[in-house]
């Protein structure tokens, strides 16, 4: 069964729910949407906010751009479900076909005729006195910033145990390498090939000169607390702010125990799809 993740508030993702129950019937595969829109299409329903409903899913196939893909990760992920992307948005980079195509895509996966690609994540866990009070997940980007961006956040780091940056800055993205083309690269971040297991380590508009990206491996531990004067910081996984730091606390962001999984219907032309996008974005064709 796939469940379908429409991103709904997009006019022309609800305008094609129809059709994807067409699409599905067609592609004999069997579709389940989101419990509250289930019954006006008579389909299956799932809870997103219960694992043991998105634990009946074989995938999930996501309606809309990135964001709506990051949203569905959030849930499906740890129960290891295969996500794929339906690109109804700008840039789709992590999209693996567009709309017209729903309905071959659904006989491709009804055929088994797909591959897994893995990608690595991270996690974040907020620790006071020695305890964790908070753990997120992410598939592209743990960022800390100031909740007033009038005010520099000031944020001490080491790595692998090791003193880093110690420098007043906007904040701090910290990427992986499927998210090297998303915030960070905004940030003046590079982009990474996304089967490297790597952190960036992206500043946000830093009051230093030497402050630059880091590209380092996903097996070191990052560590980062604020330090006097201080400011309200705000910590967020894939855009979703999920802790305000107090002074006390401190934030650690290393590998996820588990990865994304996407099905793959052909081979990804990394290289060529990075500029198609990234130039699509800005209006532009490739010669």
Partial sequence: MVGIFPNVNKENVRNALPAVVKAAEHAKIKVAFPLEIAEEFGVPGYDQEDPASLSRLDFAMTLGGDGTIL?????????????????????????????????????????????IEKRSMLQLSIWEAGKIIKKGHALNDMVLESADRSRLTRLRMRIAGQPSANFPSDGIIIASATGSTAYSL???????????????ITPICPHALHARPLVIPMKD????????????????????????????????????PFDAKFARLSPLRYYETWQDRLLRNEGQTIV
Avoid at 88 to 103: I, N, Q, S, Y
Avoid at 186 to 200: E, K, Q, R, T
Avoid at 221 to 249: C, H, N
Wanted: aromatic share 6%; with cysteine.
């Fill in 71 to 115: 949203r569905a990760a959030r849930y499906v992920t740890p129960l290891q479900v295969p996500l794929i992307g339906v690109n109804m948005g700008k840039v789709g980079f992590l999209t693996e076909a567009c709309f017209p195509d729903l309905e071959k895509v659904l006989k491709k996966l009804a055929d088994g005729a797909y591959t």
């Fill in 221 to 256: 531990t990052i560590e980062i607390e604020p330090y006097p004067p201080f400011e309200e910081i705000l910590v967020s996984a894939d855009g979703m702010t999920i802790a305000s730091l107090e002074k006390t606390q401190k934030v650690i962001v290393e590998r996820c």
């Fill in 186 to 200: 905004s940030a003046g971040g590079p982009v990474v090939h996304p089967s490297l297991s790597v952190m960036l």
